[in-house]
């Protein structure tokens, strides 16, 4: 059922906007619009980034789709996601988290519901970095694995960041580079998929995320991750952190490849694996 409604309102939001915007055409400079992360907001893969999700301009509307998929030893995730971005001020998204236990032949369904406003500044253009404030309301479909585990009985929560970006024009051997640093509040164990707060601790918690990238080409970027994680569970909760190569042949469309380092997820060590993900934008 919440499979079916994710889609219902994910359709009516994108007809809405084929049928009432002007889309972006020439907007941002390729590749300053970064992706689409993991929660459905705009950024890299694991972090969201202080940029929109789309090539939008101030009179422009943008649609970015997310298909990713992240393969572990003992897990895989993969996540549905679209977002849509007005007139390169707000964001506005949606995802849908389906994580496998290989073994016990059973999955978590999570769906995640995003807004971002950018308060300040351009990536590339303003001297200072870009400032985006944003929210992701996490929405577990079944809680019974969470409430096993230690978390509270809530099977929602939410999430509030703030992030800052910027991009350097030839900063590096004449190769642009673009950070990142967001700051999140939050009680989400594991993204949300094993519920919120737990036996160690059941209060919000500030953590820190950040990224960093070379842009070799107008196409072609690398670049790592790192996002800090609370361990409210007691169960050895583990930072995360990836490396990542993406390709960027056009606006419209992007892929990314990366080895993303999980660490302990439910007290299963070594959870490390291949990231895919492609974006497509509108």
Request: proline fraction near 1%.
């Amino acid at each position: 059922m919440l499979r079916k409604t994710w889609f219902r309102h994910s359709s009516a939001l994108l007809l809405y906007l084929l049928s009432n915007a002007a889309f972006s055409q020439e907007g941002k400079l390729i590749a300053t619009a970064g992706l689409v992360q993991l929660e459905g907001s705009g950024g890299g893969g694991i972090v969201p980034w202080a940029t929109l999700s789309g090539y939008d301009s101030r009179d422009e509307v943008s649609v970015s789709a997310l298909m990713t998929q992240v393969n572990m030893d003992d897990y895989r995730l993969n996540v549905l996601g679209l977002s849509a971005s007005f007139y390169d001020q707000v964001e506005v998204s949606v995802a849908q988290h389906r994580f496998d236990l290989k073994e016990a032949g059973v999955d978590i369904k999570q769906s995640i519901y995003g807004v971002k406003y950018r308060a300040y500044g351009d990536v590339v253009y303003s001297r200072w970095p870009q400032i985006s404030i944003g929210i992701q309301h996490k929405v577990l479909e079944d809680e019974g694995i969470a409430k096993a585990v230690g978390a509270n009985k809530s099977a929602a929560g939410t999430d509030f960041y703030i992030a800052a970006t910027k991009v350097h024009l030839g900063a590096l051997a004449g190769y642009n580079t673009v950070w990142n640093l967001t700051v999140r509040a939050t009680k989400a164990n594991e993204m949300g998929l094993l519920g919120f707060g737990g036996v160690n601790n059941d209060d919000y918690e500030m953590m820190l995320e950040a990224s960093a990238g070379i842009l070799f080409s107008r196409n072609l970027a690398v670049g790592i991750e790192y996002r800090q994680k609370p361990d409210n569970l007691g169960l050895g909760e583990d930072d995360w952190k990836d490396l990542f190569i993406t390709y960027i042949p056009s606006k419209h469309f992007s892929v990314t490849l990366a080895w993303a380092d999980l660490g302990s997820i439910a007290g299963a060590n070594g959870q490390d694996g291949v990231y895919l993900s492609l974006n497509g934008q509108l």
